[in-house]
């Protein structure tokens, strides 16, 4: 149900986004979902990749700043509503979102979005009890 998140704490100058796909490529890491953030000074790249053990190593043996952190992964109907039902389903229960992200991939006919979510387990629980698929790991990865 968690999926690990690898969060790399970039500085904003020319060629730093290139540095650290370089080391993902050589190590082989398929980005399965990226989100990048910035300010004038850093960046935040956040990424689902096929091996989150491995990425986190790499990373930090090349010297970046990386973080793991627990996200979910929810299937969303790609079609005009389908995100807005399940941010209501979460709403209901107070549930916050910090903050999401869509997938490079489709499974069937939904999209995928990527939740970091303050209370997950809850989250996990009500999307399930709404219908609302969550992917697992395993499933991310063989898209």
Not at 22 to 51: E, H, P, Y
Not at 86 to 98: A, Y
Request: glycine share 4%; aromatic share 4%.
């Amino acid at each position: 149900m968690n999926i690990k998140q690898i969060s790399v704490f970039l500085e904003n100058r020319k060629g730093r986004l290139a540095e650290v796909t370089d080391v993902m490529a050589k190590a082989n890491m398929n980005i399965r979902a990226l989100s990048l953030a910035d300010t004038a000074d850093f960046g935040i790249l956040r990424v689902i990749v096929n091996d989150p053990d491995t990425c986190l190593k790499v990373l930090k043996e090349h010297g970046f700043i990386v973080q793991e952190t627990d996200v979910i992964a929810v299937e969303v109907p790609d079609r005009p509503g389908g995100l807005n039902h399940i941010m209501h389903v979460l709403d209901q229960d107070n549930i916050n979102v910090e903050y999401m992200y869509a997938t490079v991939e489709k499974n069937k006919d939904n999209a995928i979005v990527i939740f970091k979510i303050d209370d997950q387990q809850k989250a996990v629980d009500i999307l399930r009890k709404n219908n609302i698929p969550v992917m697992r790991k395993e499933a991310l990865k063989g898209l």
